[in-house]
């Protein structure tokens, strides 16, 4: 019975109906409701015009979207271009089904962003990946969405950098760290800080196992990466490891921190671009904040409310 009733439940995590279904009985109705106004109101704001994709610009976005927070991604993308001043070219990656409303929408806030679906992203990034033999990379974006990050992002890219954003972070100033890269000479990867490790190994069994030093606490909610250092034939060796390889939510997180800090110096953000699992008093002083694991509500809850009232006291001056 575990084959038909596995096969049952995989259908329904599929289903876009019975997921939303399941997320309002998780919430309740109410806070659902609530939560869906909230996002919404980011419809209301005025489409952002990025440069045409190509090899010209030295940097593109990037996002990494599904039909579940797709409206979170646009907050994500209008409150960096809008305190960043930049018109870098935009590359949208689709997770999963997406219904015809939410890419209508995407297009109308996005005119010149390139939308990559998962069904033309599957036929050129596993294409890519089988041509070079990187099967393990192959499999595991099969089995982790977080992946795509990780492989799609530096395959789909033109740029000679990607700055790369997970769709529950929001800005709420100027990203100059962000806008005069490199930092340093040295400075191979630039991360937002953890609050502590979250990999699929210790930074212990990277140095017994590679020989790798592994920075300590990267969080790949923002970052800004040079694409020729992301070396994929590598992040295959790397998941050669079964620890490496487990489907987790940290396996792309991992590759990244190994893959940048075996290459150079890793540099990290300044605290103001927030990672932290709990509220805070304010926004002010913070440039950008990553609500990521339990402080997920509170993107709807306190970052977002304090974004539109930033944006309503420049409007009235």
């Known amino acids: 019975m575990s084959g038909p009733l596995e096969s049952m439940r995989s259908r329904l995590r599929r289903s876009r109906s019975w997921t939303t279904l399941r997320r309002i009985q998780r919430e309740g109705p109410l806070n659902a409701w609530k939560r869906w106004r909230m996002w919404s109101r980011i419809l209301d704001t005025a489409p952002v015009v990025t440069a045409p994709i190509g090899p010209q610009s030295r940097a593109e976005v990037h996002l990494l979207c599904s039909y579940r927070d797709y409206l979170c991604g646009?907050?994500?993308?209008?409150?960096?271009?809008?305190?960043?001043?930049?018109?870098?070219?935009?590359?949208?990656?689709?997770?999963?089904?997406i219904a015809d409303r939410a890419l209508s929408r995407l297009r109308r806030?996005?005119?010149n962003a390139r939308l990559v679906r998962q069904a033309e992203a599957d036929g050129i990034v596993e294409e890519y990946l089988s041509s070079r033999g990187l099967t393990r990379l192959?499999?595991?974006?099969?089995?982790?969405?977080?992946m795509m990050k990780l492989t799609d992002f530096p395959i789909l890219s033109e740029s000679e950098y990607m700055l790369t954003l997970d769709s529950d972070v929001l800005f709420f100033s100027r990203p100059s760290e962000l806008l005069s890269w490199p930092g340093s000479a040295t400075a191979q990867a630039l991360f937002q800080r953890d609050v502590a490790s979250a990999y699929n190994i210790s930074e212990a069994e990277a140095e017994a196992n590679f020989g790798i030093r592994m920075a300590k606490a990267v969080n790949t909610g923002i970052a800004l990466l040079l694409r020729r250092n992301l070396d994929l034939s590598r992040c295959e060796q790397f998941l050669a490891h079964p620890e490496v390889a487990k489907p987790t939510g940290f396996i792309e997180q991992t590759l990244h921190s190994l893959c940048a800090s075996e290459v150079g110096e890793v540099a990290y953000l300044p605290e103001s671009y927030l990672v932290c699992l709990e509220p805070v008093a304010g926004v002010d002083g913070l440039v950008a904040r990553h609500y990521a694991g339990t402080s997920r509500r509170l993107l709807t809850a306190e970052g977002m409310p304090a974004l539109l009232r930033k944006w309503a006291q420049e409007t009235n001056g």
Do not use: C, D, E, M
């Open 109 to 111: 806030h996005f005119p």
């Open 138 to 146: 192959l499999n595991a974006r099969r089995t982790s969405p977080f």
């Open 74 to 97: 646009i907050w994500a993308l209008k409150s960096f271009y809008h305190f960043a001043g930049v018109s870098y070219p935009l590359v949208i990656h689709i997770q999963g089904g």
